[in-house]
């Protein structure tokens, strides 16, 4: 059964930076799949933060785009979020999907 696995999450100060993992578990047919990151801050509702296309493409909402990058890792079934320059506002759970599933999240705070 498909699954996808978030990690990476964590604490980091204004201006820093994080690297988040979306791995593939279960489905062996990753390189079909276009993979997406959202991010949910307390209160808001989610938000589209990224996608990585199975041409290794990739677009970005305007709170990504310039701090942000995708990676796409074929070999590994893995879809990494490089993010940097990190602000309080980025705070949040952030989510990866499918066009079938969602990741349970992981927890990305900017604080100082």
């Known amino acids: 059964q498909l699954k996808l696995v978030e ?6 100060q204004p201006g820093g930076s994080l690297r988040l993992f ?3 578990l ?3 047919r990753f390189t079909e799949y276009s993979i997406s990151w959202h991010r949910q801050a307390p209160g808001k509702q989610r938000e589209w ?3 990585s296309f199975t041409d290794h493409d990739a677009n970005y ?11 796409r890792d074929n070999a590994n079934h893995m879809v990494i979020l490089q993010m940097t320059r990190l602000k309080p506002g ?3 759970v952030y989510y990866c999907k499918n066009t079938t599933a969602w990741g349970q ?5 900017v604080s100082s």
């Open 105 to 109: 999240g992981t927890q990305v705070t």
């Open 22 to 24: 979306c791995s593939l």
């Open 90 to 92: 980025d705070t949040g």
């Open 26 to 28: 279960g489905d062996s």
């Open 7 to 12: 990690s990476g999450g964590g604490l980091v």
């Open 49 to 51: 933060v990224a996608t």
């Open 61 to 71: 909402a305007d709170l990504a785009r310039g701090r942000f990058t995708l990676y």
